[in-house]
Nanobody, 116 residues
């Protein structure tokens, strides 16, 4: 079993920046994929960004150019740097780990609220 712990959520003004962190309780191996998803009230959970252990990334069109996913394998941590935030970015953000063999783990989520 793997535990994921998110941090960095909070309230920020539109146009501002915020960085989310997700620390895993075990080493991240080649083939593992870490990513961020979000869910706003009344909406489906959606992919925000993912990154493989070798640096391949994938972003939702709605955040491309504004958000950046990165990881520090030595610290077993993935980050989401969010810039030019908009009110529509308001959601609960979840960290996700998909292991190479298919096992999936989710963090508890962290609230991001962007005020206008």
């Amino acid at each position: 079993q793997v535990q994921l712990v998110e941090s960095g959520g909070g309230l920020v003004q539109a146009g501002g920046s915020l960085r989310l962190s997700c620390a895993a309780s075990r080493s991240i191996f080649s083939g593992d994929v870490m990513g961020w998803y979000r869910q706003a009230p009344g909406k489906q959970r959606e992919l925000v960004a993912t990154m493989t252990s070798v640096g391949s990334t994938n972003y939702a069109d709605s955040v491309k150019g504004r958000f950046t996913i990165s990881r520090d394998n030595a610290k077993n941590t993935v980050y989401l740097q969010m810039s030019s935030l908009k009110p529509e970015d308001t959601a609960v953000y979840y960290c996700k780990l998909t292991m190479s063999w298919g096992g999936t783990y989710w963090g508890q989520g962290t609230q991001v609220t962007v005020s206008s």
